[in-house]
Structures are given as C-alpha cells and as structure tokens.
C-alpha cells in the first residue's frame, strides 16, 4: 500500500518586502537629487532687505573663488552671456565670506554692466557683532 504523503507548500506573501523596497528606492533617489546641486558656502552675515528667492538666479562664488550657476561651474564670459540673457530677472551673488570683497564686487560690476536691474548680495540673516 502506498500512501499518499500531504506536503503543503509554505506561501510567503513578498508584497510588503516589496513595497518597504519601492519606498527605500525613491528615498535615495530623491535624497540624491537634493544633494547634488547643494554647494557649501560660508555667507557672510549681515541683515539687508529680505527678497523671495523663488525666482532669482542665484550665482556662488566658493572659498576657491570659482563662479557656480545651478551646481556647474561657469567662467566670468559665460557670466556675461547668461546676465546678458537673463537681465529682466533679479540676480543674487552668494560669496563665500572667505572671497575678497573686491571679487564679489567685480561679478556685481559684471552684472550690472550687462544691464541687470536687480542684483543684490546673499547674507547669512545673522547680524554682525
């Protein structure tokens, strides 16, 4: 006589392993694009008039004097072509409290030259003591 031996398969439901897995995903996705254009820069402080920086180009200036537009470096020419273009939108230069006074005023001067009506200057909030 044979007798007919009744295994049962385990089931294991994978879906919620799945789903901790999608969120954990999209989490390092986005907090990778967060980082990315993120440059670290010391502003000096100082309190002035406060502006919505919604929609003003921001340009930075690191401790190593190099010029930053949207997290690429750019040079002082393609700073001119882009003021030249962008002239009608308001422009904020965020300078690194290392950089001499007379580079920020140079990339000001430069603005203005191109005709930029509205450029201004990036500060920490904090007043200086």
């Not at 049962?8 to 990315?36: E, G, H, K, N």
């Not at 919604?54 to 004097?65: E, H, N, P, R």
């Not at 300078?95 to 140079?106: F, L, Q, R, T």
């Amino acid at each position: 006589m044979t007798r007919r031996k009744n295994r049962r398969m385990a089931d294991i439901d994978i879906t919620p392993l799945i789903d901790v897995l999608f969120m954990l995903i999209i989490f390092f996705v986005l907090t990778a694009s967060f980082v990315q254009g993120k440059l670290d820069v010391d502003l000096p402080s100082g309190t002035g008039q406060s502006s919505d920086t919604q929609g003003a180009v921001i340009i930075t200036i690191d401790s190593t004097k190099k010029i930053f537009m949207d997290g690429r470096e750019i040079t002082k020419e393609e700073l001119k072509k882009i003021a030249a273009e962008l002239k009608s939108r308001e422009m904020l230069i965020a300078g690194d409290e290392k950089v001499p006074y007379g580079e920020i005023a140079g990339i000001l001067s430069l603005l203005k030259a191109q005709g930029v009506a509205n450029a201004g200057l990036m500060l920490s909030g904090e007043a200086a003591e």
